[in-house]
């Protein structure tokens, strides 16, 4: 079975503050994706990340920066958290099947981050 | 603009009974998936449909993905509790292969 896990399920953090959420991966995906869910609006993609070192932006980076160091490993950094940065944050893998977008994509339980 | 709507965007009804939910686009899609979402967990892939008309089951859930490839439906035979989540699409457009997702139906069944 493909386990995803995140660092927290709930954090709680004041505004300016430099946040890291972190997420680990144990089925050797080359794929990794950070994604904001809020309702209403389903799930938006912030950054994926192909390969170690990879990134891409996806549709809402502003504020959101990631890093892979390694491939198991994908962590997402709010510089300088906000208030509109309160979200539910999932983390996903998939393996390189030929399509990034096309292929199943395995989600971890989720972050939900508060932003006093 | 949400390229995907889903609906309803949220569904009550008693265990037995039958319910279809929608997800509808302008847009055409390589493939659509559809994920189901318990409350405190991530999203997990239920099917994905990739030929127009094509119908897939899984147990008592139904979906099919439409002839134009640009809206699938989900139909549910005498709901359980354990159905009880947030249903979401997900498709792949054909134009520039952007995986786009819809905002969600929550489907509670009571017992």
């Known amino acids: 079975d493909v386990k995803v896990t995140q660092s927290s399920r709930y954090l709680v953090k004041r505004t300016g503050e430099k946040v890291f959420l972190e997420c680990v991966q144990d089925?050797?995906?080359?794929?990794m994706f950070w994604y904001r869910q809020d309702p209403g609006l389903g799930l938006r993609l912030i950054y994926f990340?192909?390969?170690?070192?990879?990134?891409e932006k996806g549709d809402i980076p502003e504020g959101y920066s990631v890093s892979r160091e390694k491939k198991e490993r994908f962590s997402l950094i709010l510089e300088s958290a906000s208030t509109n940065q309160t979200s539910m944050y999932l983390c996903?893998?998939?393996?390189?099947?030929?399509?990034?977008?096309?292929?199943?994509?395995?989600f971890g339980p989720g972050t939900r981050l508060t932003v006093l | 603009t949400q390229l995907l709507e889903q609906s309803p965007q949220f569904l009550s009804i008693q265990e037995g009974e039958n319910l279809t939910v929608y997800c509808n686009s302008s847009?055409?899609?390589?493939?659509l998936q559809w994920y189901r979402q318990e409350p405190g967990e991530g999203p997990v892939l239920l099917v994905t449909?990739?030929?127009g008309g094509e119908v897939k089951k899984l147990k008592r859930l139904t979906f099919q993905f439409g002839d134009a490839r640009k809206d699938s439906s989900l139909h549910i035979t005498a709901a359980q509790p354990g159905d009880t989540g947030l249903y979401l699409c997900?498709?792949?457009?054909?134009?520039?292969?952007?995986?786009?997702w819809g905002a969600g139906t929550k489907l509670i069944i009571k017992p």
């Open positions: 990340s192909y390969d170690v070192k990879m990134k």
């Open positions: 997900a498709g792949t457009l054909s134009s520039n292969y952007q995986l786009i």
């Open positions: 449909v990739v030929t």
């Open positions: 996903a893998s998939s393996l390189d099947e030929g399509a990034i977008f096309t292929d199943t994509q395995y």
């Open positions: 089925m050797d995906h080359e794929n």
């Open positions: 847009s055409v899609f390589s493939s």
